[in-house]
């Protein structure tokens, strides 16, 4: 930047704040005061006529009640948010290296080898992205009911057919969460491997690497940065996912976090106990938001 | 992608070259690589074809899901039946769709383009810190947001009732990155020195934002809009945590509630159908939109339009 437009900038920095004024005031009060409401009410307490929450502003006068309630709920006896957490963990890890493994020879392929049909492979590539969530959802619930077009496909080739997929099985929660979010991962490996200096590649072939010795030493290398954005995108929502679980299962043995917080959401005295599990969810994914933000705040000014 | 031509012949284009040129080692690196060709049609049927389906049934004679029992249109515009335009929350929340994809696109653009300009150019702690907010917005877990925004509408700031209002205000919130990140993209490569010859030759500081900047600007904003109206047609956590009575349920709401009973059915597909068709109609306009803008800008083909309105 020249030393002109610095100069400028501080005359008009009037002008750029009067600009920014209305964002953030929009975030100020709706995404970081929310998050203090919330605090407020984790550790405020309950009105035991009304089962009503009583939100505590003063953090001085903070309870640790609805805390040590959900401690009790995590690691005492008859703890049951215990297991819907351990699964939500496997759940996600399971299903973010699925989509992962599927996304990558996919982006790659179409980045590097699509040639004159790029438009067409990208066109179809961004048309899942397209398609909202419930829609992708229903078409599986679809599919997968019984006497749908898998079980038929199932008895087809002779094995049984009258599976209830959508009676609170696993796989068919894992698979869901794979076929929701993977068109984001898809888009986000596309973006970052597109731009890979095929030099590169060039130069490690030409320096008598092997075609694996070359993926391996230089493409995957490259790759790194492309595979962590692409583990965020699918690993952070889906540990708040209540969702696709509900749409495919709903069946207890299938319930994750965000299920847990949302029961607890509608049922009126455990509203501050939703609200504590929302924080240490919040808590523990803050460490990897962070140096999320950090990281790509520090590629995209390296690029400038 | 041009680095690969050097050695081709000098008639062939970048891509043939890709697929034609010499190997010099061992066998041709630029062999066509059929095993990772055929993979990714098979995802691209993997993805595809169940929404196709899906659509396909919607257009079901029969009640069922599952069996075909030929065309039509009933439970679009059936009487006697639950269709879209006879069923009053059918129908109903084809309307909160639309009205809350229009209302967030109108307050979200304007407000996150002027952070945008605001944030690049006030470089000051405070402008960094609100810019962290910004990016925060986007990678936090979309039920985190909506809880904690749940809990301000009915504990704290509760003149902002549950329904539309507080719906808008959420959706908001929640897609205000878009713009702010695409433009704030976008500035960056712009540079100053369009500005700043404005600014020479006699341009006020609003005159050149208005005049230049703008401008240029365009194909990012107009990107960003198709993304936030996209995105709020799609979006299902906030509003369902934020909706107050079936009246301020959208599509989204309405088929999740009823996926297992109440209106199931191939109506809960025609209106999935309808969601769909609402999106690929702001995609394609998106699209269209981008390209009709940046025309005359160099290297900005297809590939770069249909990149843009996915946000990448």
Known sequence: ?????????????????????????????????????????????????????????????????????????????????????????IYTVIATVLALAISYPVAYFVSRYAGKRKTLYLVLLIAPFWVSYMMRMLAWIDLLQQGGFFNSALSFFGLPGNTDWLGGKSVTVILGLVYGYIPYVILVLYAFLDRIDQSLLEAARDLGLSKWRTFWHVTIPLSKPALIAGTFITALPMLGDYYTNQLLSGAPGTTMVGNVIEGQLDSPGEVGQGAVLSLMLLVVLLIPMIWYVVSTARASSENV | MASVVGQSAPTASPEQAQVAGPGRVRGNPWRRPWAMEGFTWLYIIWSIVPIAIAVLFSFNKGASQATWQGFSTKWYVGKGVTSVLHNPSLHHAVIQTLVLAVLTTVICVPIGVSFAIGIDRWRSKTSNGLNFVMIFSFVIPELLLAVALFLLVTQGLTFIKLGTPAEVAGLVVWNISWPAIIVRARLISIGRTYEEAAADLGASRLGAIRRVLLPMLMPAIFASAVLVFASTVDDFVIVEQLSSTSNTQPMSVLIYSNVHGGLSGPALNALATIMLVISLIAALIGFIGYRWLSRGERNKGSTEALTAVAGI
Do not use: C, K
């Open chain 1, 1 to 89: 930047m020249s030393a002109i437009g610095n100069t400028r900038d501080r005359r008009n920095r009037g002008l750029w704040i009067a600009l920014a004024v209305p964002g953030a005031i929009w975030l100020l009060v709706l995404f970081v005061a929310p998050f203090y409401v919330m605090l407020s009410v984790a550790g405020g307490g309950v009105n035991e006529f009304f089962q009503t929450v009583v939100p505590v502003w003063n953090p001085l006068h903070w309870s640790s009640w609805n805390f040590s309630a959900v401690w009790h709920e995590i690691f005492g006896s008859g703890a049951f948010i215990g297991a819907p957490a351990l699964r939500t963990l």
